[in-house]
């Protein structure tokens, strides 16, 4: 079956420092998203990609974030500069389309850990 | 109000006992549920989406009932491997890009 494959697995970074995190959809969705779970809470949406842009972004989608679809089968978020905050696992899903009833993918996650 | 509510458990049952779990949202325009399960550490899993006339799979049946923006998750005959946390999810729709989770209710079914 196919999947949704996140790198690294498990990332530690420095406060400050940029982390890119990638992810690679299942080949034939067309819609792409990030989430976060920090530990112990929720997921949170952060945004969903369609047509090589931003579709939709939640308030937790500041300045300091920002994805790309650099080819044709990556997608990938960066962190610009990492607060302690930004700790947490982050989820990439991908969907075949962005009509309701569609659900949605999960990769394994990158935990990203700042120091 | 929680934009999607659920009772966090734990709930803790013996193999073969049913459970329900409970999931209320507040978007009165929310277009599409699901049901996903979480194993400690793991990505959400799509478990099975939720119909407005009810549906079901296999051991699972969830039932949608919009009028008091309410749905749930039924386990009958529960095994060992359904411990896990079971999450809500709900989008306002029409696109797919406002998925909305709930904390999660966790199962842990013993022998």
């Known amino acids: 079956e196919p999947e949704v494959t996140q790198t690294p697995s498990h990332q530690v970074t420095q406060m400050g420092q940029e982390v890119i995190l990638r992810c690679v959809p299942i080949?034939?969705?067309?819609?792409f998203y990030w989430y976060r779970q920090i530990l112990g809470q929720k997921v949170e949406f952060l945004v969903s990609?369609?047509?090589?842009?931003?579709?939709?972004k939640s308030e937790i989608f500041d300045d300091q974030f920002s994805v790309e679809r650099p080819d044709g089968s990556n997608f990938t978020l960066k962190i610009r500069s990492t607060k302690l905050e930004d700790s947490a696992m982050y989820f990439c899903?991908?969907?075949?389309?962005?009509?309701?009833?569609?659900?949605?993918?999960f990769g394994d996650g990158t935990r990203l850990s700042i120091l | 109000r929680k934009e999607v509510e659920q009772d966090p458990g734990p709930f803790n049952v013996p193999e073969g006992a049913t459970v329900a779990f409970n999931c209320t949202y507040s978007?009165?325009?929310?277009?599409?549920f699901f049901w996903y399960r979480q194993d400690c550490r793991k990505e959400p899993k799509l478990l099975m989406s939720?119909?407005?006339s009810g549906n079901e799979d296999g051991r699972f049946t969830a039932q949608l009932n919009r009028a008091s923006q309410y749905i749930s998750l039924l386990i009958r005959d529960s095994k060992l491997s359904d411990s896990a946390t079971y999450l809500c999810?709900?989008?306002?729709?029409?696109?797919?890009?406002?998925?909305?989770f709930g904390a999660g209710t966790r199962l842990t079914v013993k022998p």
């Open positions: 990609f369609y047509n090589n842009e931003i579709s939709e």
């Open positions: 899903a991908s969907s075949r389309q962005g009509a309701y009833g569609q659900p949605q993918h």
């Open positions: 080949s034939n969705h067309l819609y």
């Open positions: 999810v709900v989008n306002t729709g029409p696109r797919n890009n406002d998925m909305r």
């Open positions: 978007n009165s325009a929310s277009q599409s």
């Open positions: 939720v119909y407005s």
